[in-house]
């Protein structure tokens, strides 16, 4: 016969790690910039890295960046090109760990639960946006498995227009050879990031949710068939030319 503790015990919820209260901040810290020098450094000469389109992110204003999803690195790549300080998601169990988890909130990360409407990160997405702030996020949810940019849930176009924000689609590319789901460690591979233009606010409000984020998903697939094109990345499994 089960204790009636433990089985309250087993059934009770783990208590859901604190939400920060920090968000970017209006000057550039120096924290910040040292771990962006690091980065950069990294990123040229262990990827061979490239950044195009820079000049579609505005340097000022609330920003969504949503960006395709390949590996860990994702969110220093997506922001490392810019003079301001951005802001990101992080599945909530990244923060369990406290000496790691004040390490990426001092990176202005915050928790979500993946795989469910979190309103409690969606809230704190809205936060930070209509504080003028960068925040980047990945509506696939979750890394690719293999390559290939996977279904985008669409709540990304609500917090779009509920904040006024600029959205500016993001192409990631090459990452996913760097660090594969499979692999333990990451290797030395050509990486590549893309801004498209921006969505003004004004477009984004003039356009349904379910327009958006098409016109979102079509800029991803046509940029990742650009650039897997222009820069000659192997074949992705299946029909290599999502763009087309």
Known sequence: MTDDRTAMSEGQERPRPPMPSGGGHDAMRLWWRAWRIIARSIFTVAFHGRTLGVKNVPREGGVLLVS????????????????????????????????????????????????????????????????????????????????????????????????????????????????PRQAWVPRPAKVIVRYAPPIRPEECAAMGKAELMERIERTLRQMQAEVRRIYRFPPLPGNDEQGT
């Open 68 to 179: 395709t999803h390949q590996c860990f690195f994702d969110p220093v790549l997506a922001s490392l090109a810019f003079d301001r300080e951005c802001n990101f998601m992080a599945r909530e169990s990244l923060f369990y760990n406290r000496p790691f988890a004040r390490l990426i909130e001092s990176l202005n990360a915050f928790p979500v639960r993946r795989n469910t409407a979190d309103l409690r990160a969606i809230k704190e997405t809205l936060r930070r946006l209509k504080n003028g702030k960068m925040v980047l996020v990945f509506p696939e949810g979750t890394r690719t498995a293999d390559g290939r940019i996977g279904e985008l849930q669409p709540g990304v176009a609500a917090i779009a227009k509920q904040a006024k924000a600029t959205v500016v689609p993001t192409l990631i590319e090459g990452a996913y050879n760097v660090w």
